[in-house]
């Protein structure tokens, strides 16, 4: 391991140009590696994707920062590539590891007990309460973002065929089946508090404010946030929170990744991929919990 290393930063230094700081910062990044490598049953030559997966994964768990994952992983990547141009190595496993920077795109997620706890802080008894409370409902039940709760009318709610119209980004429209719970709860709201600010203000928009507008944005946030704190959950919660939660709880339950990205309105499924990184981090937590020889 350490003639290649040697090789690899001789070549930086000498065919490439690279400074001594950047090439001891990568002999550094390297023999970390190696020496999580002893730990495991391979050497250079039966290295996977996984298993350098798996050591960045190790770094974040040591609380590493973002960017000092990123400059192990770019060490990686250019010995992996010198490996293969110098024939070392017939396959550059390295090529296709994701960038740690997309783990800075997932926030927390909340479990199922933190859900429940949050969708049942609105008692419901107040009209702003039932409101609340529908808002909430139907945000974890379709994984809508905020500001297209924030835009639906009450003709985009289907309560017979149990879906919601919803626009996302560039004006796409986008159908997504809500839940028996997020139904009654809408019902409920649009019977009840809504019926009677329809008939002074007349908004077709399905969630208003007490001033008879379309709610906006920041006033989801502000209540999202009020009902954590009240329900005692210390994480950092956003509308985007309960998106998040919504869908990797569905991945969790065993959902195809095409179908959540169809419920999420992503137009690449390597954003709705982040949340494999969610459930394959918790997995590996269990694992060398309950493992006698993790």
Known sequence: ????????????????????????AYRRDLNKFFSYLKTTDRDISS?????????????????????????????????????????ILNDNVAATVETPKIWKT?????????????????????????????????????????SEVSALKTRDINKEL?????????????????????INAVAKYVNGARVKQYERFQDDHLFLSRSGKRISRQSIWKMIRKYAKESGIRKNITPHTLRHSFA???????????????????????????YTHVNKDKLRKIHEKFHPRA
């Not at 994707?49 to 990686?76: G, P, V, Y």
């Open 1 to 24: 391991m350490k003639d290649l290393i040697d090789q690899f930063i001789y070549f930086m230094e000498v065919e490439r140009g690279m400074s001594s700081n950047t090439t001891m």
């Open 47 to 87: 290295v996977r994707r996984d298993d350098l997966q798996d050591f960045l994964l190790s770094l974040k768990d040591k609380k590493m920062s973002t960017t000092s994952i990123a400059r192990h992983l770019a060490a990686l990547k250019t010995f992996w590539k010198f490996l293969v141009t110098e024939r």
């Open 106 to 146: 997932v926030p927390d997620v909340l479990n199922r007990e933190e859900v429940e706890q949050l969708l049942a802080a609105p008692s419901a008894q107040k009209r702003s309460e039932m409101r609340d409370r529908a808002i909430l409902e139907l945000m974890y039940a379709t994984g809508l973002r905020v």
């Open 162 to 182: 149990g879906i919601v119209r919803c626009f996302g980004k560039g004006g796409k429209e986008r159908i997504v089946p809500i839940g028996n719970i997020a």
């Open 248 to 274: 990797t709880h569905l991945l969790e339950g065993g959902a195809e990744l095409r179908g959540v990205q169809e419920m999420l309105g992503h137009a690449d499924i390597a954003t709705t991929q982040v």
